[in-house]
């Protein structure tokens, strides 16, 4: 039953993240202008592949194969979690549902890799699913893709003139992935994700999740999430947290900090909900 319940609200979550699909919408024009610039390196691009067990597996679908390996390694631990905490209530629904978004966030990735099937320098065109016009450019060991549109008319949650945007990098020597993500309307940001996940030489993956999102009535305030995650191949932490403030947050990167704790990556929030799983066993704390 915890499965199905589970299932259908991803299936909510992923029908408002793509609702749209674009058709509706106008180009935004050339949205590699506001990919976040990072930082460049000169590094050969198999560096990256050389590192925590070979990540990259094909040129042109590095980010397809940086998404699986993040995920792939937490799929053990979802599953003992999911076996292991039968008696649950809302409360650890909703901290499961929350500690699931970002996987829910980087899954489409793989969509900019297909604008570039043949490896180019930089392409463009619409991504797969979302409609969206969508560009994917490779520099050295950087990949910047960014996507976004502009409703030309109401549809659904959205309404004529919002713009919807994506950007981020990921850089395949140092394995690190940054995403953000608004809606816009009327020069005011409604909404406003960012996502950080950090593949250490040694195997552990460090994820930071943070997001304040509209709610469906315009009158409710707007939710407020966020969540830290750290794993390896012996033991797994989430913390999902709350926090105050609108969408001109501000944040500390994870990527560069060497091996960092949850708790150190959240001490800015309030944790309402602990996943450990270690030896096998799975626990959920909430606070």
Known sequence: ?????????????????????????????????????????NNDNESGSKKAG??????GNELGDYTTAVTDAEKPFSKVIEDGLADEDMDTLSAEMSMAIPNVIIAGLGMYDILSMEDLPKEEGKLMLSGYAGVREKIGSEIKFSSGITYDEDKGMNKKGDKISEQGNLNTSKNTLFIESKKERDGKVLSRTIMEAV?????????????????????????????????????????????????????????????LQPDAMARNYTINGRFTVKGGKAAFTKQ
């Open 199 to 259: 593949i250490l030489d040694n195997g552990t993956y460090l994820v930071q999740y943070i997001s304040v999102a509209a709610s469906y009535r315009e009158s409710d305030p707007p939710k407020r999430v966020a969540v830290f995650k750290r794993y390896d191949k012996d033991e797994y932490i989430t913390l999902t947290t709350t926090f105050q403030g609108g969408t001109d947050f501000t944040y500390d990167s994870i990527a560069g900090k060497g091996d």
């Open 1 to 41: 039953m915890k499965k199905i319940i589970i299932l259908v609200l991803m299936i909510i979550l992923v029908t408002c993240l793509l609702t749209g699909c674009g058709k509706e919408g106008t180009s935004m024009g050339d949205v590699s202008e506001q990919t976040t610039a990072g930082t460049k390196e």
């Open 54 to 59: 070979g990540i990259y597996k094909e040129a």
